[in-house]
């Protein structure tokens, strides 16, 4: 062979052997890379309801679902808050939607619902079987997931008949499917001028981090 050949033969296995070792230690990087990074999975908390989660009349950042978020984060607590809430629903609406919201994975459901019903003047028993089927399709695509009812209450402008049972719904629902109760979401807020808005119905930034401190002491406990 002339040393020409030579040389041009060495220069060729040189520089497969360069690549070849740069493609190693590429691969070897991608796997270092692979073995440091930590995927966090977060739990799903919603928030299925009105007017009230939706937070009208406010920034989304002050509606009670994002105060609860604030307060997940502030624990570390690796949990993520989902706003289901959409303004003027009723439970009819709800039962129809859910099915939607229910395509994500879930590990806490707070159902809202409910008061958009009683100052119409729904018939109870409609406003209570559209609960309870929220709550068979939450149960039967997520068992393991746990359910809170939020009560309502609602003035008697229908009756004290209407406006007793309309609040005894709540409860009944609770005790039959054995979910946490949250009696009256609205407690400490509800009546009080200085914590709702000019239309006397949906609460003000402060209202809601009342709202947001009721639910607490009950989401706290679901928390696992």
Same mark, same amino acid.
């Given at each position: 062979?002339?040393?020409?050949?030579?040389?041009?033969?060495?220069?060729?296995?040189?520089?497969?052997?360069?690549?070849?070792?740069?493609?190693?230690?590429?691969?070897?990087?991608?796997?270092?890379?692979?073995?440091?990074?930590?995927?966090?999975?977060?739990?799903?908390?919603?928030?299925?309801?009105?007017?009230?989660?939706?937070?009208?009349?406010?920034?989304?950042?002050?509606?009670?679902?994002?105060?609860?978020? *604030? =307060?997940?984060?502030?624990?570390?607590? %690796?949990? /993520?808050?989902?706003? +289901? #809430?959409?303004?003027?629903?009723?439970?009819? &609406?709800?039962?129809?939607?859910?099915?939607?919201?229910?395509?994500?994975?879930?590990?806490?459901?707070?159902?809202?619902?409910?008061?958009?019903?009683?100052?119409?003047?729904?018939?109870?028993?409609?406003?209570?079987?559209?609960?309870?089927?929220?709550? *068979? =399709?939450?149960?039967?695509?997520?068992? %393991?997931? /746990?359910?809170?009812? +939020? #009560?309502?209450?609602?003035?008697?402008?229908? &009756?004290?008949?209407?406006?007793?049972?309309?609040?005894?719904?709540?409860?009944?629902?609770?005790?039959?499917?054995?979910?946490?109760?949250?009696?009256?979401?609205?407690?400490?807020?509800?009546?009080?001028?200085?914590?709702?808005?000019?239309?006397?119905?949906?609460?003000?930034?402060?209202?809601?981090?009342?709202?947001?401190?009721?639910?607490?002491?009950?989401?706290?406990?679901?928390?696992?």
């Amino acid at each position: 062979m002339k040393p020409k050949y030579y040389l041009c033969l060495f220069f060729l296995i040189t520089i497969i052997s360069c690549n070849a070792d740069e493609s190693t230690s590429m691969k070897a990087g991608d796997n270092t890379k692979k073995d440091t990074v930590k995927v966090t999975k977060f739990k799903t908390i919603i928030f299925f309801g009105n007017s009230l989660t939706a937070g009208y009349g406010l920034e989304p950042s002050e509606a009670f679902p994002a105060l609860i978020q *604030n =307060k997940l984060d502030s624990l570390k607590l %690796n949990y /993520k808050v989902v706003n +289901a #809430g959409v303004s003027g629903e009723t439970t009819s &609406g709800g039962n129809s939607r859910v099915d939607w919201i229910l395509r994500q994975p879930i590990d806490v459901f707070v159902l809202e619902l409910g008061a958009n019903d009683g100052l119409r003047g729904i018939p109870l028993k409609e406003t209570k079987n559209n609960l309870q089927s929220m709550i *068979n =399709k939450v149960t039967i695509a997520y068992p %393991n997931a /746990k359910i809170i009812l +939020a #009560g309502m209450q609602i003035p008697p402008n229908m &009756g004290m008949q209407y406006t007793t049972e309309f609040r005894n719904i709540y409860p009944e629902l609770a005790k039959k499917n054995n979910i946490t109760l949250i009696p009256f979401i609205l407690e400490g807020v509800g009546g009080e001028a200085k914590l709702n808005q000019e239309d006397g119905i949906h609460p003000t930034a402060e209202g809601h981090r009342v709202i947001a401190e009721n639910l607490w002491k009950e989401i706290q406990g679901q928390l696992h």
